[in-house]
Structures are given as structure tokens and as C-alpha cells.
């Protein structure tokens, strides 16, 4: 077996309609391709694809029951939380400092955990500088 790269992460959601909402207008996650029972939203890298659950198998929990969390690197996490919050998105933990950096986790329309982290890199030319919400890190 020879594998290049995750080519998508598929999240089998109970309402299409309400995660492309959370996952295009609240996080800002790009559409690269929608079909009626598919949405890949992303540009490179990894894609995370929104699928039907009621299509593949009864949807049953969200994160702490099955075990998913997503994560995304953001450039400020204050930000993020913050005009999440504004926009009625339920926080699950607020920010933690660890010593990779600063973690805070929302929860998504089906319960999914959704991790946010802003990065302290050694190298302080990789930090980011003046980014906010959930730009590029």
C-alpha cells in the first residue's frame, strides 16, 4: 500500500442543510464541490466532505459518544471564539493554554467536537502576526 496524503475526511451529518451553514457561514470553510447528498468544502490538503447520515446509517451521537473531533488551526483563537459566540455557536471549552499553544473546542449542529488551535511555533518567524478569526495560521 502506498498512500499519499488524507484526501477527505467524511462527517455523516443528520441535516445537510444546517452543517454546510456551520461549516461555510460560521467557519468559513470553502465549497470546492456540492452534489445533492455530498459537499467537499476546502481548497488543498485534506477536504472535509458533509454527507448525509440518513443515506449510510442511523446518526446516532456526537463526538463524546463516538469519538470525533475535527481540528483546525486558526491564527487567533480569541477571535475565533469570540465571533463564534456572537453568532450563537455553543462553546464546549473555553481557551486553554497548553504548551503547543492555545486550544478552544465548540461543538457543531450534530454534537461534533470542533477544535480550534493557535500554534506557538519555536521558530518565531513561523508565528503568525496580526491574523484573526480563521485565517491561515
Not at 33 to 44: A, E, M, V
Not at 119 to 132: A, C, S
Amino acid at each position: 500500500m502506498n498512500i499519499k496524503k488524507v484526501g477527505n475526511v467524511i462527517l455523516a451529518v443528520k441535516d445537510l442543510d444546517k452543517s454546510l451553514a456551520f461549516y461555510h457561514e460560521l467557519i468559513g470553510l470553502p465549497i470546492k464541490n456540492q452534489r445533492r447528498s455530498w459537499i467537499d468544502l476546502g481548497t488543498s490538503g485534506g477536504l472535509l466532505s458533509l454527507h448525509p447520515a440518513s443515506l449510510t446509517a442511523e446518526h446516532i451521537g456526537g463526538s463524546i459518544d463516538n469519538g470525533i473531533t475535527i481540528g483546525f488551526l486558526v491564527g487567533d483563537v480569541k477571535s475565533s471564539i469570540d465571533e463564534l459566540r456572537e453568532k450563537g455557536v455553543t462553546i464546549h471549552r473555553e481557551i486553554v493554554e497548553r504548551e503547543a499553544g492555545k486550544n478552544a473546542v465548540v461543538l457543531d449542529p450534530d454534537g461534533y467536537l470542533i477544535s480550534l488551535f493557535e500554534p506557538i511555533f519555536v521558530d518565531k518567524n513561523q508565528q503568525t502576526g496580526g491574523y484573526h478569526g480563521f485565517t491561515p495560521a
